[in-house]
């Protein structure tokens, strides 16, 4: 798979029916490995690693209804007490981003009301987190660690 602009992990990875899985330590289970899915488990281990974020604080492509319109976000990360902390949404790395993510990433936080929010497609990460007085988003360099939330 491609290199991309985190740190190199060790992923659990097979082949069966000639398609390549990966582990994915949150679902428990083999995933089919597209290029959207290296991004999304190498941003948990980036959060798990270096931002020192617990695996029982992450979920994993879960449905979101919003608009009345049942949808999937990649990565929601909630904070000590169960509140929805941060919303991170992935994309193959030969995805540019582009307002649009953003409008995708804006409308799931609609729904759960996130503090930060984060589009990654692996080489490019931006980081937001939301002003609501303002209602406005504040670019971000880089997000907190788990210990400074």
Same mark, same amino acid.
């Given at each position: 798979m491609q290199l991309l602009n985190l740190p190199t992990y060790q992923f659990e990875i097979k082949s069966s029916e000639n398609k390549q899985l990966i582990f994915d330590k949150i =679902?428990?289970?083999?995933?089919?490995?597209?290029? $959207? $899915?290296?991004? =999304?488990q190498n941003f948990v281990e980036y959060l798990m690693k270096e931002k020192k974020y617990p695996l029982s604080l992450i979920a994993v492509e879960k449905q979101v209804t919003v608009n009345k319109l049942k949808k999937r976000f990649d990565i929601l990360v909630f904070d000590k007490n169960g509140n929805h902390n941060i919303i991170v949404e992935c994309k193959s790395p030969k995805i540019k981003i582009t307002q649009d993510t953003f409008d995708q990433i804006a409308r799931y936080n609609l729904t759960l009301n996130a503090k930060y929010l984060i589009v990654t497609n692996g080489i490019s990460h931006y980081y937001c987190k939301l002003d609501s007085k303002n209602k406005q988003y504040i670019f971000l360099e880089d997000i907190n660690s788990h210990e400074k939330q």
């Open positions: =679902r428990k289970k083999y995933v089919v490995l597209t290029p $959207e $899915e290296w991004v =999304r």
